[in-house]
């Protein structure tokens, strides 16, 4: 099992900066691919960002590249999400995931096993 806790979020203005961290607890050794999700209400939840745990390559959705950087800090099971230029669009509630198997499909919420339980981003124009 592995077990996932999200912080950071808050309210922030427009053009500001937040950096969300997920700890990562229990079986880190089987975990292949973690990322980050986002929800807005009456929205779909879509991928952010996506991370190889072991090899580092990341992965961006278009809207985030150059806005957002996922990095992770193995000795301290930790991943980060760092996002700049916050848009009101970005307003949703932020996970993280972690996916035990390799897949090509890192964009793909349904491969993820393990899930955080969320932390709030609102940005205010």
């Known amino acids: 099992q592995v077990q996932l806790v999200e912080s950071g979020g808050g309210s922030v203005q427009a053009g500001g900066s937040l950096r969300l961290s997920c700890a990562v607890s229990g079986r880190t050794a089987s975990i292949s691919t973690m990322g980050w999700f986002r929800q807005a209400p009456g929205k779909e939840r879509q991928f952010v960002a996506a991370?190889?745990?072991?090899?580092?390559?990341?992965y961006y959705a278009d809207s985030m590249k150059g806005r957002f950087t996922i990095s992770r800090d193995n000795a301290k099971s930790t991943m980060y999400l760092q996002m700049n230029s916050l848009k009101p669009e970005d307003t949703a509630v932020y996970y993280c995931?972690?996916?035990?198997?390799?897949?090509?499909?890192?964009?793909?919420?349904?491969?993820?096993?393990?899930w955080g339980q969320g932390t709030q981003v609102t940005v205010s124009s």
């Open positions: 995931a972690a996916d035990r198997d390799y897949s090509a499909r890192y964009f793909y919420a349904a491969i993820y096993d393990y």
């Open positions: 991370i190889r745990w072991s090899g580092g390559t990341t």
